[in-house]
Each structure stands twice: as C-alpha cells, then as structure tokens.
C-alpha cells in the first residue's frame, strides 16, 4: 500500500519563529490532508489539498503531485500551534485513507 | 452542530468486559471509517463502510465489530476487553473514496482504557 513519511519527527521552536513540515508519499494521491492533534487530542482538519497551494491565516499549504510531497509551513508560530502535525493521503486505487507518523511541534514561550 | 460526533468520550472498564462506542455524522457522506490510535499516536485504520461494503484491517482481532444501523451511524462494538485494546477511537466519514471538497472528517476521539 501507500506509504507515507513526515519529517521531521520533533520540532522544538520559539514563539513567533516560522517554521516547514513535509510529507512525502509513494504513489499518486487523489486525496491530502492536514490535520493537527491539539494537547487534548482532537484532529482539526487544517487543509484539503491533493495539489495546489492553500492558504488559512498564518498556514499555508503546497502539494506538488507529480513530484509526490507536500508542505505545511507555519508563520509566526504561537504556543498554541503545539501538537501533532498529521498528513494522510488517499491513493487512486481506493486505497484506504493512510497517516504519516507525524512531526511533534513544541512552541515554547 | 458537530459533524461527527463520538460517544462517550471517556470510557474506563474492566478487562473481559464488552463495550461499544457510538458513532453519527450529519455530512450526508456515504462512507464511514474507525481509527485506532496507539500510545505513540501513530493512527492506523481499523474498518471502512459504506452501503455496499465493509472492509476490514485483517490485523483487526474479531473480538472488534461494526455495526451499522444507517449510513449516518457506525457503532463500534468490542468484546471481551484487553489491556491492550487501551487506546484512542476515531470515527471519521467521506465521500466514498474520500472525494469532495473536504475530504475526510473526524470525531473527536473516545478514550478506551481497560483496567
């Protein structure tokens, strides 16, 4: 099946310092999201983006399909955006919709 | 108005015990999935379902089982608890294949820990 990789793993940063994740994936996707896991633990839905580039506020997002990786840079970072930063793709063949393991951002006052 | 919603969101209970978490959206998709979420948090699905097919994670013990009444529920039901079945449960929902503008959507968790 479809593998995904997120780097990198941890990032530690200080408030209002800007920051890169990426995630790269094995096979042609018609389905990218973003997700990010708060302390409490809830998965908020950060982008929908199988190609293109999105912006939300201090978020973008750029998926390059054919070149198979996606981006999430975050600007300004405040404390706030601590937690688990999740890509999942879908593949074109029905796969089932797959998580990278995640980069754990810290942003520290 | 939450689009998926989990219930209960904490669930603690004794190993041996049988449990089920519930499980609606209000999206109007027609395919609905369980996430596990293991203490590393790595996410890894357990069943997709939709009117026409349910696939199982064949790592999935049968003690695990969905259930669906109509296609805006899917009930996770479990038997015969295990310590290692303490975990986090999403429920998520999609457009069949995960199509649309919005791709998949997810609850809010239930956390399942077995004593």
């Known amino acids: 099946g479809i593998q995904v990789e997120q780097s990198p793993p941890d990032l530690i940063l200080q408030e209002g310092a800007n920051s890169t994740l990426r995630c790269n994936f094995s096979d042609s996707v018609n389905n990218l999201q973003w997700f990010h896991q708060n302390p409490w633990g809830q998965l908020i839905n950060l982008f929908y983006i199988p190609s293109g580039t999105k912006q939300n506020g201090r978020l973008s997002a750029t998926t390059v399909a054919t070149e198979r990786y996606s981006l999430l840079y975050i600007s300004s970072s405040q404390t706030t955006d601590s937690g688990v930063y999740f890509c999942a793709v879908n593949g074109d063949y029905g796969q089932n919709f797959v998580f990278g393991p995640g980069t754990r951002l810290s942003v520290l006052p | 108005d939450t689009a998926v919603s989990q219930t209960p969101k904490y669930l603690v209970t004794q190993m041996g015990n049988d449990k089920s978490i519930k499980c609606e959206q209000n999206l109007g998709h027609d395919t609905m999935y369980w996430y596990k979420q293991d203490s590393k948090k790595f996410l890894k699905i357990m069943f997709s379902y939709n009117n026409k097919e349910l696939i199982i994670n064949e790592t999935v013990p049968n003690r695990f089982s969905p259930k669906s009444p109509d296609k805006a529920h899917l009930n996770l039901h479990i038997n015969s608890l295990e310590l290692g079945d303490s975990a986090v449960y999403f429920c998520?929902?999609?457009?069949?294949?995960?199509?649309?503008?919005?791709?998949?959507?997810f609850g809010s968790g239930t956390r399942l820990t077995v004593v």
């Open positions: 998520a929902s999609s457009l069949q294949g995960g199509g649309g503008n919005y791709g998949y959507t």
